[in-house]
C-alpha cells in the first residue's frame, strides 16, 4: 500500500464543528482497531485502507454496554448484510461502525464521532 | 362554523402505566396503526421509559436502566406517541371523562389502566428506612445499594420467588444473605414439601441462611447489626437491612377511588374483554383481576395487552380466558420448575416422584386421575425436563407407556417428545403466544435463518426460557421441508470449512482477501470466516500469527496473544511442558506476577496463569518471563494446550515408562500447532491412569511393551472417554500415529468442532479412523507427517516474535495518543491478592485510585 500524505478521507457522515487531531495515520492498523484518549472519553479507531469505497476511517465508543470494559476497540471488524460492523471481543455482540447501532440489542447505541484524515493526521469532529 | 378543521385523529387514548405490560400495550397499538388514528397519551410514575423488569436483577448484575429498556428512547416520539414519564397520575374523573395529574387535565376517549402491582410489606413495628426496603423498581435497587454500602448481612422477608431472587441479589452485594419465610417451607405457592425441602438444601449449601415457619413480630434495634428482628417463637436474627419481598398487591387505588369494581381479593375486575365496569376503561396486567384472579407474570398481561389493542384496532379478538402460571426459573443458580398442577391438588391425581439426596435433586410428575395426561410437574434441580414436560400438559400429549421415564435421570434412552410430536397448537413462546403453527407459516414463507424469524415473530425474545425449543422446532421444520440446515460458514463463505481447507490448499492460497476474491462474497469478512479462515492459513502454512496480514483475522486473544477477561484486562499462560517446572522458574513466575501484581492460579492444566495484566503490560511482562526461559502457552489459540503428565516410572514404584519425558515431548512437538479447535493431551505412566489421559483429545497410557494410543476424548461440557486407537507402541510409531491422526482432524473437521465431536461425524467411525490412521487405506500417511514435520521444523514463540519487531509493539498500547493505563479498570483485594471489582463495589472506590 502507497502512504499518500495529503489525502483527505472522511467518513460519510463527515460534518463537524471543529476537528480534532487525535493520532497520526501510522497509529492505525489496516482493517482493525486501535483505541485513543479524547479528554476523557475513548475512541476506537478502525481503518479500511481499500475497502469497495476506497479508504474509510471511523470513530466510536471504546466501552462495550453488556461488559461495561472499553474492550470495542479490540474487536473484529466485518461486514453483515451489508453494514460494516465490529464485533465485541468479550461476547461478540455487533454494532454498525456507521451509526453505533447494535444489531442484536437494537436499545443500544454507541456514540460515533465524524472522523476524517488530513494528510498525516486523525481528525475528529466535536461540537 | 369551524368543523371544518377537526383533527383527524379523532379519538383520545389515555394509558396510565408505563411498565411491561403498558409498553406491550403501546407496542400492540403501534403495529395494528391505531396509533395513526387516536391521540395516545401514556403516563408513567417512574422516571425511566419502560424496562425489563423480568431481568430487574442484572442491574446489580452490571446491566444499567439503558440496556434494560425495553425501547429506544426516541420510540414513543417516533411513533406520535405523548410519553408523560415521572407524571402519576392522581385521579380518574369519569364524568368528565378526563385524568387529572400535575401536569393538570388529560381528556380521553377510553382508558386503559396498566398500573402494575407494589410489594407488600407487612405492618411490623419498627419497619422502616433500611429495614424496610422493597424489591420492585430500578429506584428500590438504589436504595438497596445504597443500604449495603458498609454493611454485612442482609435479609429477605418472604421465600417466594422474588424473595429469592432478592437475597441473591444480596449476596451479589457482597453481603451474607438470610432468607426468613412465615411458611413451613420455600416457594409455597409453586413447590410441595419435597421440593422445597431439596431446594432449601441446596440454597443453604450456597450459604444462604433459611429459616421457615419465623413470623417477624417487631425490629429493634440490634447489638451486634443494625437491626433485629424478634420473631414470634421467641427467637431472634440480626442484620443490617431488611428487604420485604412477602408478595405483592395490585395497584387498584385510583381505580377503587373512581368506584370501579374490584376483584374479591383486590385488582380491577375485568371480562374477558379486558374492560372493567366502566366500559370506556380497560385494565391489564398484574392491576387486573379476572374472575377473581390477579396474575403476577408477564406472558399473561402481554396476552391481555394484545386482547385491548386488537379491540382498539377494530380487530377480530381472541378473549382473555386467563393464563397458565407454569414458571421455570434459575434462583442462586438453582434450576426450579413449577408447571400447572404442582402440588396435586386435583381430586384423584396421581404423582411420580424421583428424590435424589446426594444432589438434593426432585422431580414430581403429576398425572390425571385416569393415568392419561400430565397435569403438572414440580422440579427442582434440573430444568432440563420443563419443555417436554410443560409441551405434554399443555397439549394433553398421550403419556408413555411408562410415564415415570419423562422424570428419571436422562440416558441414552430417555424419552424426549421430538418437534414433530407437538400439535400445531402448542404454544412455543408463551411470552409473545407463539405457536408451533406460527413457526411452521413462517418457514412456509421461505425463512430460513433464526434471527429472522425471532424478529419476525418475537418469539424468544421476552423471558427467553424458549429459545431452545424453538430452535428445535425451527430446525425440524426446515428439515421437513427439504430445506436443508444451511451449513455455510456464514454470509461470505458458501462452503464448509473442510471444503475451504481443500480449497486452500489446492489452489495454494496465502491470504484471506485471495481467499474472498476468488471464492467468497463482499470484500470484508466477518468475525465467522476470519478467524476460521486465519486459522486455516496458520495449519497449512504455519505463518507466525503476528505477520501483520494475519492481525485483523483474528479474536483479541490470538491478536494480542493473550485471554482477554471479563474486565478487559488479559491473563498470561506461559508453557509448563508436562506439568514439570523448575524451582528457579518458579520463582521468576512468582516474582513476575508480585511485580505486576498479578492475580496467581494453578490452572487444571498443569501450570499456571496470571491475571490481570493491561494490552500495555503484555510486551514488558513477556519480555522478562522470555528473558528467563519460558515462552508462549497458546492458551489463547486454537491450539495445543497441555500435555498433562503424571510422575511416572522415573518416582512412582508402579510407572512402567517414562510418562513425564514422553509428555515433554509431545508437548514441545506439536505445541504452536493451529486446528479447528484446541487439542489436550495426557500421558500416563501405567493404567492407574492419573494423568487422566482417556478424557483427552489424545491419551497415551504406558504398558510393559511400549504405548497405547487413545484418541478422541474430551472433557469440558460433553465429557466423552477416548478410543483405543493402537495399542504397545513403541515411541517411533507412536508420534507417527499421532501427526496422522492430528493432521487428519485438522483437515477434515468443522470450524470449532473438537476431536471428540469430529470423530463422532466421522462416517465409519472408529474403524474407518484407523485404517486411515494405522492401515493407512487413503494413502495419506506420507504426506500428513511431512506436513506435520513443516509445521514442527517451523515454530516459533510467537511472543518472542513480536518482542523483536518495534511496528507489532505498537499495537501493544491501550491509548495511542496517551500513556496512561484505563482508568475504567478497578480491583479488589481479597485473600491477599486483586480481583477485577464488581459493579456493586464500584462505589466503595475512591474516584482518585491509582490503578496500576
Ligand atoms: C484457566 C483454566 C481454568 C483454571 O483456572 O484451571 C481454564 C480457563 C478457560 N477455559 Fe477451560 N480452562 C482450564 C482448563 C480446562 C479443562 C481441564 C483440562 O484441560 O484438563 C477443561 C476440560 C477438558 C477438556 O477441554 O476437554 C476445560 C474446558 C473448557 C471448555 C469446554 C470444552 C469442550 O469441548 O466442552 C471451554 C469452552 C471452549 O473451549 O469452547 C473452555 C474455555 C476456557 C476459557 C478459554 C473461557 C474463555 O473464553 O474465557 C477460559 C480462559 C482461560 C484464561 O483466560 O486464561 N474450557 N478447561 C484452565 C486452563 C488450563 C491450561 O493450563 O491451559
Ligand atoms: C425482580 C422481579 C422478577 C420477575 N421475574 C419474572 C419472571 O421471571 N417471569 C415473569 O413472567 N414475571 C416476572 N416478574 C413479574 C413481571 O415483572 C410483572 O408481571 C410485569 O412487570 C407486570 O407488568 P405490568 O405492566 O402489569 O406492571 P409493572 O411492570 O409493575 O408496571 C406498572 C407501572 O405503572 C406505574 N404506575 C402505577 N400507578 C400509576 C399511576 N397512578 N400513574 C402513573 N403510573 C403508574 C408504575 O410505576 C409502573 O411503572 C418479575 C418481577 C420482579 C420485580
Ligand atoms: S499413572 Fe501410574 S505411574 Fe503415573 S503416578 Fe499413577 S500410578 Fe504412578
Ligand atoms: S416464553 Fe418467554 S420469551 Fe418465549
Known amino acids: ?5 495529503a489525502v483527505r478521507v472522511e467518513s460519510p457522515s463527515a460534518r463537524a464543528a471543529h476537528w480534532r487531531p487525535l493520532c497520526s495515520r501510522r497509529d492505525l492498523v489496516a482493517n482493525s482497531g486501535v483505541v485513543a484518549w479524547l479528554d476523557g472519553e475513548q475512541v476506537a479507531l478502525f481503518h479500511l485502507p481499500d475497502s469497495e469505497t476506497g479508504e474509510q476511517v471511523f470513530a466510536i465508543a471504546n466501552k462495550d454496554p453488556k461488559s461495561g470494559a472499553n474492550v470495542i476497540g479490540r474487536g473484529l471488524l466485518g461486514q453483515l448484510k451489508g453494514d460494516l460492523v465490529i464485533a465485541s471481543p468479550l461476547y461478540k455482540q455487533h454494532f454498525r461502525l456507521a451509526d453505533g447501532g447494535c444489531l442484536e440489542y437494537p436499545e443500544q447505541r454507541l456514540k460515533v464521532w465524524p472522523v476524517r484524515l488530513n494528510g498525516d493526521a486523525v481528525e475528529v469532529g466535536i461540537e | 362554523m369551524n368543523s371544518i378543521v377537526t383533527s383527524i385523529k379523532s379519538e383520545r387514548l389515555v394509558i396510565v402505566g408505563n411498565g411491561m405490560v403498558g409498553h406491550h400495550c403501546v407496542e400492540q397499538l403501534i403495529e395494528r396503526g391505531v396509533t395513526g388514528r387516536c391521540e395516545v397519551h401514556l403516563f408513567g410514575e417512574e422516571r425511566q421509559r419502560a424496562y425489563d423488569r423480568v431481568h430487574l436483577s442484572e442491574y446489580f448484575g452490571g446491566r444499567d436502566a439503558d440496556s434494560l429498556a425495553l425501547c429506544e428512547a426516541d420510540y414513543y416520539a417516533r411513533h406520535g406517541v405523548q410519553a408523560h414519564l415521572g407524571v402519576q397520575v392522581l385521579q380518574i374523573d369519569r364524568a368528565r371523562r378526563e385524568v387529572v395529574t400535575c401536569e393538570g387535565r388529560q381528556p380521553y376517549d377510553r382508558l386503559i389502566l396498566a398500573t402494575g402491582s407494589y410489594p407488600f410489606v407487612p405492618p411490623i413495628a419498627g419497619a422502616e428506612g433500611n429495614s424496610r426496603l422493597v424489591y420492585r423498581t430500578l429506584d428500590d435497587l438504589d436504595a438497596i445499594r445504597a443500604a449495603a454500602q458498609g454493611a454485612r448481612r442482609g435479609v429477605v422477608v418472604g421465600g417466594g420467588l422474588l424473595g429469592l431472587e432478592a437475597a441473591n441479589a444480596l ?13 413451613p417451607r420455600l416457594m409455597p405457592v409453586q413447590l410441595d414439601a419435597e421440593g422445597g425441602a431439596a431446594l432449601k438444601a441446596r440454597i443453604e449449601a450456597l450459604g444462604v441462611g433459611v429459616h421457615l415457619s419465623r413470623a417477624t413480630q417487631e425490629i429493634v434495634i440490634g447489638e451486634e447489626y443494625a ?10 436474627l440480626e442484620t443490617d437491612l431488611i428487604v420485604f419481598s412477602a408478595g405483592i398487591r395490585p395497584q387498584d387505588a385510583l381505580a377503587r377511588a373512581a368506584g370501579l369494581e374490584l376483584g374479591a381479593r383486590g385488582g ?14 380497560y385494565a391489564v396486567g398484574e392491576c387486573a383481576a379476572w374472575n377473581g384472579s390477579v396474575f403476577g407474570l408477564v406472558a399473561p398481561g402481554y396476552s391481555m395487552a394484545r386482547t385491548v389493542a386488537a379491540q382498539l384496532a377494530g380487530e377480530a379478538h381472541a378473549p382473555f380466558t386467563g393464563a397458565d402460571m407454569s414458571t421455570k426459573l434459575k434462583l442462586l443458580g438453582v434450576d426450579v420448575g413449577s408447571i400447572g398442577d404442582a402440588q396435586g391438588a386435583t381430586p384423584g391425581s396421581k404423582s411420580y416422584r424421583f428424590i435424589d439426596e446426594a444432589s438434593a435433586s426432585y422431580r414430581r410428575l403429576v398425572v390425571s386421575p385416569d393415568g392419561k395426561t400430565v397435569i403438572g410437574a414440580v422440579l427442582v434441580g434440573d430444568n432440563s425436563y420443563y419443555d417436554t414436560l410443560l409441551q405434554y400438559a399443555q397439549n394433553g400429549i398421550r403419556l408413555p407407556a411408562e410415564p415415570s421415564g419423562l422424570i428419571l435421570p436422562v440416558g441414552e434412552g430417555a424419552p424426549a417428545l421430538g418437534a414433530d410430536a407437538l400439535p400445531d397448537t402448542a404454544t412455543i413462546c408463551s411470552c409473545h403466544n407463539v405457536s408451533k403453527g406460527a413457526v411452521c407459516c413462517q418457514v412456509d414463507a421461505g425463512v430460513i435463518d433464526l434471527g429472522e424469524l425471532k424478529a419476525a415473530t418475537k418469539a424468544a425474545t421476552g423471558c427467553g426460557g424458549c429459545a431452545a425449543l424453538l430452535k428445535q422446532v425451527f430446525e425440524h421444520e426446515l428439515s421437513a421441508r427439504g430445506v436443508e440446515v444451511d451449513k455455510s460458514l456464514c454470509e461470505h463463505f ?37 478467524p476460521a479462515v486465519g486459522s486455516i492459513l496458520a495449519s497449512c502454512w504455519n505463518q507466525p500469527i503476528t505477520d501483520p496480514a494475519l492481525i485483523p483475522l483474528q479474536d483479541t486473544n490470538d491478536t494480542f496473544m493473550a485471554n482477554m477477561q471479563k474486565n478487559g484486562t488479559y491473563s498470561i499462560v506461559p508453557r509448563i511442558a508436562g506439568g514439570e517446572i523448575t524451582p528457579d522458574k518458579l520463582i521468576v513466575l512468582g516474582e513476575v506476577a508480585k511485580k505486576y501484581d498479578l492475580y496467581t492460579k494453578i490452572t487444571g492444566g498443569q501450570r499456571i496463569d496470571l491475571f490481570g495484566a493491561q494490552l500495555h503490560q503484555l510486551p514488558d511482562i513477556w519480555g522478562e518471563l522470555i528473558a528467563a526461559g519460558f515462552e508462549t502457552g497458546h492458551a489463547y489459540g486454537k491450539s495445543l494446550r497441555t500435555v498433562k503428565s503424571c510422575v511416572g516410572s522415573t518416582w512412582c514404584r508402579y510407572g512402567v515408562q517414562d510418562s513425564v ?12 500447532l493451529r486446528a479447528p479447535h484446541k487439542i489436550k493431551f495426557a500421558v500416563s505412566g501405567c493404567t492407574r491412569e492419573c494423568a487422566e489421559a482417556q478424557s483427552k483429545d489424545v491419551g497415551v ?24 486407537l493402537a495399542t504397545d507402541l513403541d515411541d517411533e510409531t507412536l508420534v507417527r500415529y499421532i501427526d496422522r491422526f492430528l493432521m487428519f482432524y485438522v483437515r477434515t473437521a468443522d470450524r470449532l468442532q473438537r476431536t471428540s465431536v469430529w470423530r463422532e461425524s466421522l462416517e465409519g467411525g472408529l474403524d474407518y479412523l484407523k485404517e486411515v490412521i494405522v492401515a493407512d487405506s487413503l494413502n495419506l500417511a506420507a504426506e500428513l507427517e511431512a506436513q506435520m514435520q513443516h509445521v514442527v521444523d517451523t515454530y516459533e514463540c510467537e511472543w518472542a516474535n513480536a518482542l523483536k519487531d518495534e511496528e507489532k509493539l505498537k499495537r501493544f498500547r491501550t491509548f495511542v495518543n496517551d500513556a496512561r493505563p484505563d482508568p475504567d479498570i478497578h480491583f479488589v483485594k481479597e485473600r491477599g491478592q486483586r480481583r ?7 462505589h466503595l472506590i475512591p474516584v482518585a485510585e491509582e490503578v496500576v
Not at chain 2, 449476596?171 to 411458611?183: D, I, M, P, Q, T
Not at chain 2, 437491626?227 to 431472634?236: I, K, P, S
Not at chain 2, 380491577?268 to 376503561?281: E, M, Y
Not at chain 2, 477485577?836 to 464500584?842: I, K, Q, Y
Request: hydrophobic share 40%; net charge neutral; charged share 25%.
Open chain 2, 701 to 724: 497410557i504406558a504398558t510393559d511393551k511400549g504405548w497405547n494410543l487413545y484418541v478422541a476424548g474430551n472433557g469440558g461440557m460433553r465429557p466423552r472417554h477416548a478410543e483405543l
Open chain 2, 494 to 530: 458458501a462452503h464448509t470449512r473442510q471444503a475451504l481447507y481443500g480449497i486452500v490448499r489446492v489452489e495454494g492460497i496465502r491470504s484471506f482477501e485471495e481467499l474472498l476474491a476468488r471464492h467468497g462474497r463482499g470484500h470484508v469478512g466477518c468475525d465467522i470466516c476470519k
Open chain 2, 836 to 842: 477485577p471489582a464488581r459493579a456493586s463495589e464500584l
Open chain 1, 1 to 5: 500500500m502507497s502512504q499518500p500524505t
Open chain 2, 268 to 281: 380491577v375486575a375485568v371480562d374477558n374483554d379486558c374492560r372493567t365496569s366502566d366500559p370506556a376503561i
Open chain 2, 171 to 183: 449476596k451479589s452485594l457482597g453481603l451474607e444473605a438470610h432468607v426468613v419465610e412465615f411458611a
Open chain 2, 661 to 672: 519425558g514422553m509428555a515433554l515431548f509431545l508437548e514441545n512437538r506439536y505445541k504452536g
Open chain 2, 227 to 236: 437491626y433485629r428482628m424478634n420473631f414470634q417463637d421467641g427467637e431472634f
